[in-house]
């Protein structure tokens, strides 16, 4: 998910305010935190949707589970500026952003992997090591299955996909038998 134009305002201000305050670790950590409670939860979701529910009893719900999650005080104001705003629909975006913008003031570059199934971690490790090497950089590995791959990998790095998926390669076959049945080609030779 690259983010909206609120995500990423949202996520640069409060970098920029937890590096000043030296916490910009933990903030990022805290609101990850916070997001990944928001997606997997539709009945915390339905909660902020809900006119039913007042503007208090919403401060209070963010409270709570900031309470829980042990969240620092910044990422506690943040959230609860965001749903006095009707924003914190936002949340998921504000801490991918936030993430982002962390790893490239630090240096660090992401890559993502995407896998038919779960590789073992001497690959991860492997490959961590070839793309350190590759870009000069520091990578941050970021894992994800995706069953209709097939097979392979699939690796995005600054943009760039480096696609050696089995769906790819049976994409590519395709194509290849497809043109050589073409008879226009079949012509030209």
């Given amino acids: 998910m690259i983010g909206s134009a609120v995500g990423k305002r949202y996520a640069t201000a409060l970098f920029e305010l937890a590096s000043e305050k030296s916490v910009a670790e933990k903030v990022g950590k ?3 935190a916070l997001a990944d409670a928001w997606d997997g939860s ?7 949707e ?7 009893q919403k401060r209070g719900v963010i409270k709570a589970l900031a309470t829980r999650l042990g969240v620092h005080a910044m ?3 943040v959230s609860q500026m965001l749903s006095d705003r009707r924003r914190l629909r936002h949340l998921p975006e ?5 993430a982002r913008l962390a790893e490239r003031r630090s240096g660090r570059v992401r890559a993502e992997i995407v896998s038919a199934s779960k590789l073992p971690e001497s690959y991860y ?4 090591q070839a793309l350190k090497q590759a870009t000069g950089k520091d990578i941050v590995l970021v ?3 995706d069953p209709s791959l097939i097979g392979g990998v699939v690796t995005t790095v600054n943009g760039r996909v480096f696609d050696g998926s089995v769906k790819n390669r049976l994409r590519g076959l395709r194509s290849q038998l497809l043109a050589s049945t073409d008879p226009a080609s079949a012509a030209a030779d």
Avoid at 94 to 98: D, P, V
């Fill in 94 to 98: 504000i801490a991918e952003s936030y």
């Fill in 143 to 145: 894992r994800r299955e």
């Fill in 30 to 32: 805290d609101l990850r």
């Fill in 50 to 56: 809900n006119p039913q529910y007042g503007l208090e």
């Fill in 125 to 128: 490790e492997r490959l961590t």
């Fill in 42 to 48: 539709d009945e915390l979701r339905n909660v902020f």
């Fill in 75 to 77: 990422v506690l104001n």
